[in-house]
Nanobody, 124 residues
Framework: QVQLVESGGGLVQAGGSLRLSCAASGRTFGSYTMGWFRQAPGKEREFVAAISWSGGSTRYADSVKGRFTISRDGAKNTVYLQMNSLKPTDTAVYYC?????????????????WGQGTQVTVSS
């Protein structure tokens, strides 16, 4: 069992930056693939980024590639999402997720554990 708590969301102007954090607790955090998803009002939850248990492999949605960076700190049991050059279209609730399986999944059902989400609002 893994518990996930996101933080770092907020209001930022277009072109600005934010860093989201996801603190994990529970057993064997180091063996989980971690991901970030987002959900805008009226839309389905969509994949943003994923990172392997070792941190050696990452995967990004095309819409954020080159602007967002996912990373993890095993000693702190924390996953980060650095978001730069933010756009109004990035506005959404951002969710951290964990998967106790190999592979950089990009589908919601690839992940069995979810945080409560943190709001990111980008103004134009």
């Amino acid at each position: 069992q893994v518990q996930l708590v996101e933080s770092g969301g907020g209001l930022v102007q277009a072109g600005g930056s934010l860093r989201l954090s996801c603190a994990a607790s529970g057993r064997t955090f180091g063996s989980y693939t971690m991901g970030w998803f987002r959900q805008a009002p009226g839309k389905e939850r969509e994949f943003v980024a994923a990172i392997s248990w070792s941190g050696g492999s990452t995967r990004y949605a095309d819409s954020v590639k080159g602007r967002f960076t996912i990373s993890r700190d095993g000693a702190k049991n924390t996953v980060y999402l650095q978001m730069n050059s933010l756009k109004p279209t990035d506005t959404a609730v951002y969710y951290c997720a964990a998967a106790d399986r190999d592979g950089l999944g990009y589908r919601v059902y690839d992940y069995g554990y979810w945080g409560q989400g943190t709001q990111v609002t980008v103004s134009s």
